[in-house]
């Protein structure tokens, strides 16, 4: 069950997205989507000052997070433990993993149920959890479709945006027991809901992702409309949630503005149906919620992004989705295009960075640095910058050490080329004969020559007009001065 | 796995410091003596229905509310204030629906409390004219799942609780002094749009939420 293993994903951006581009019924779905998703938050951000001041608040939050990190991971760890939740750290997905089949394994746990959980797909848990014999079943609506499916999530809000009605009750007509085919959307809605009520109640485990651990007072912050990460993380004995290392804040008084920023930029609603804090497992007298509850810290590779005071501000990312809903690349080419957990602009820097420029490399180069996601980021990711810089990495002599696998798309012929390049407009000499050249010869060049062929694949090779402006300017009797 | 922790702290603490901002002025807003209008239109506009009744009349005002509706098992805290309530005004009446006490811990009610109540009456803490929001404190007399099994939520909020934002009430009830075990903000009934954008209620928790204003309160 679940999506293949990204391994066995094709890798290169380059060669999917033209794949993607040529597929009508996926570009409705992201282009219905998108729209909507735009305009109602626009409609919630149309008190410009207002905008202004919460935005800024909210940025200053995630900056004070950062700013402080390393004191305030312990400060957290402190008040969770004190409150009785056991903290878990790990710098690697495989650590992660190994930690959350102990916890579960420990507790004799077959089944689990999980509410939406980035991070657990970055760990692809599921299938780790799989290979020991524990049936992990997804509970948000839109996770549990792609389940059924085998899919992976193409938007980090809503993980089944690319499939439409009719996929759906196609789907669930052919999963689903008893269910014929519906394109009635509480039918369908009914249908799930009778079919994952079964498996909370049996569930040994759950298992949540977080969006902001609360450092001053060890507090669990989740939000969801549905309910079922409220019944993932209420209704088995056990709760696990996962987190990475940046998702903090600082103190309660950092909460409501965030709070505000989060749905509002990520589907245009005030506040989601549900906003869930978590401070201890069940205590003396209670009748319900979880007897333990465990937070796994994930790094990988995040404390490396930190390391680089530029790359850092990637990290303030309270995963709203609105870079994506805005973003004019992502919107034709959706999120499985990708390949990586996270798409669209967010993923475009935070992916190169945590798996790599080497296996990631073109991601930073999909963008038109058209500077819509800069504009909607409720935390002002400056991602336009975190792009460029990037690109710089990635042919960057001798690798560097910023990012992993820096300099890793450096080629000895796109280095000589912008030697050349660098000389014509340094040398008045150099320009004047490679004016002369290209008006000359330009034309001859074929169109399958390396470096040319990347710009003429998608686009008419420009022709070169037969003198450059300043031999016509001469002959018009224009001097120099 | 204490490698892990002092690893990913050393190399944190190895990285160059950035500065640290200052927060700078926001004020959430205020809504005077329109609060009550706002949260009704708020709570309202995410498919919650607000009645305002007064706290002698609520327990045979939701008695016909639920007839209305054909409910007849309503899952009740006995210990709680609201539930001790409706305890006594239910009791003497035949045709009032089946109380369900919440008495037990979970594992001896989940049969019951997953399949066959069909409303939970909880009471609210606190309530959030801003956004149209409960502020819910389960405890062992109100425990989480009452608000969230049932198909219905019926929640009894007393007027004078009401708050303009999250922010004001944080401050003012100084919540960074103790967090209780779950705190929950409520706003309308679980909903979803996960199939094309279209809204569909009740997708795991309540299909309604409706919630009684005691006006004398």
């Known amino acids: 069950m679940g999506a293949e293993p990204r391994a066995a994903v094709g890798n290169d951006f380059t060669v999917r997205a033209p794949q993607a581009l040529n597929d009508p019924t996926l570009r409705a779905n992201f282009r219905r989507a998108m729209d909507g998703l735009m305009s109602k938050r626009a409609a919630q ?10 935005r800024a608040r909210g940025a200053a939050a995630k900056a004070r997070v950062l700013a402080q990190l390393p004191a305030l991971l312990e400060r957290l760890e402190d008040k969770c433990r004190a409150n009785g939740i056991t903290v878990h750290w790990a710098e690697t997905i495989p650590e992660a993993n190994a930690i959350v ?12 149920i ?9 760990m692809e848990l599921n299938h780790h959890l799989a290979a020991h014999g524990i049936q992990a079943v997804e509970s948000d609506l839109g996770e549990y479709i792609i389940q059924l499916a085998g899919e992976a999530p193409s938007h980090i809000v809503m993980p089944c945006i690319h499939k439409n009605k009719a996929e759906i009750a196609r789907l669930f007509a052919e999963r689903i027991p008893g269910l ?10 009914a249908a799930a809901r009778a079919e994952l009520r079964g498996r909370f109640a049996a569930a040994d485990a759950g298992i949540s992702g977080v969006n902001f651990a609360v450092a001053e007072t060890g507090t669990l912050v989740l939000v969801e409309n549905e309910g079922n990460g409220r019944l993932s993380t209420t209704l088995p004995p056990l709760h696990i949630a996962l987190m990475g290392i940046e998702k903090l804040v600082e103190s309660l008084e950092d909460l409501p503005p965030l709070l505000a920023l989060l749905p509002r930029s990520a589907t245009g609603q005030h506040i989601t149906t549900y906003v869930n804090m978590i401070t201890h497992p069940r205590r003396a007298g209670e009748l319900d919620g979880p007897e333990e509850v465990h937070l796994v810290l994930l790094d990988s590779g995040r404390s490396r992004v930190y390391g680089d005071d530029q790359l850092r501000d990637t990290l303030r990312c309270i995963r709203c989705g609105a870079c994506m809903n805005h973003c004019p690349v992502y919107s034709r080419v959706g999120g499985h295009t990708y390949k990586f957990v996270y798409p669209g602009p967010i993923g475009k820097i935070l992916t190169p960075q945590l798996e790599g420029l080497d296996c990631a490399g073109d991601q930073p180069h999909a963008s038109t640095l058209c500077n819509a996601c800069v504009e909607v980021c409720p935390v002002k990711i400056p991602i336009a910058d975190i792009l460029v810089r990037l690109r710089e990495e990635s042919v960057r002599p001798g690798g560097g050490d910023a990012v992993k696998g820096g300099g890793a798309r450096r080629s000895a012929l796109e280095t000589l080329s912008w030697r050349a390049w660098m000389l014509i407009y340094s040398r008045p000499w ?11 010869f330009g034309n001859l060049l074929p169109e399958r020559l390396p470096l040319l062929k990347a710009w003429t694949s998608v686009r008419t090779k420009p022709r070169f007009a037969a003198k450059s402006l300043h031999e016509l300017a001469r002959e018009q009797g224009y001097c120099d001065e | 796995m204490s490698d892990a922790r002092a690893n990913i702290l050393a190399r944190l603490r190895a990285a160059p410091r950035s500065p640290l901002p200052d927060r700078p002025d926001w004020t959430p807003p205020a809504f005077g003596e329109s609060r009550l209008e706002r949260f009704r239109a ?30 007849r098992r309503v899952l009740y805290g006995p210990a709680a204030d609201v539930g001790a309530q409706l305890g006594r005004a239910w009791t003497a009446d035949g045709d009032a629906p089946t109380l369900v006490p919440y008495d037990r811990p979970i594992e001896a009610l989940k049969a019951e409390l997953v399949h066959s109540v069909e409303a939970g009456v909880t009471s609210v803490r606190w309530g959030i004219a801003e956004t149209g929001s409960l502020v819910l404190w389960p405890d062992a007399a109100e425990p989480r ?17 009401l708050y303009d934002s999250l922010a004001q009430l944080v401050a003012e009830q100084g919540w960074a002094g103790g967090m209780p075990t779950n705190a929950l903000l409520i706003s309308g009934p679980s909903k979803t749009a996960d199939i094309e954008q279209t809204l569909a209620y009740g997708v795991h928790g309540p299909k309604d939420l409706l919630v009684l204003v005691l006006a004398d309160q």
Request: glycine share 10%; hydrophobic share 50%.
């Open chain 1, 180 to 189: 014929g085919y519906t394109e009635d959307v509480d039918a369908l809605t």
């Open chain 1, 101 to 112: 089949l102990e916890i579960l394994q420990k507790a004799g746990a077959r089944t689990v």
């Open chain 2, 145 to 161: 799942l009452m608000s969230l099994l049932p198909p219905l939520h019926v929640a009894v909020m007393a007027a004078s609780v």
């Open chain 1, 45 to 54: 951000f149309a008190d410009k000052p207002a905008w202004d001041s919460l």
């Open chain 2, 42 to 71: 708020m709570l309202g506009s995410v498919h919650g229905e607000v009645v305002e009744t007064t706290l002698a009349a609520w327990p045979g005002l939701l008695r016909t509310l639920l007839a209305e509706r054909g409910v």
């Open chain 1, 114 to 122: 999980k509410g939406k959980s980035m991070v657990s797909e970055e």
């Open chain 1, 430 to 440: 150099a320009g004047r004969l490679a004016a002369w050249g290209m008006t000359r």
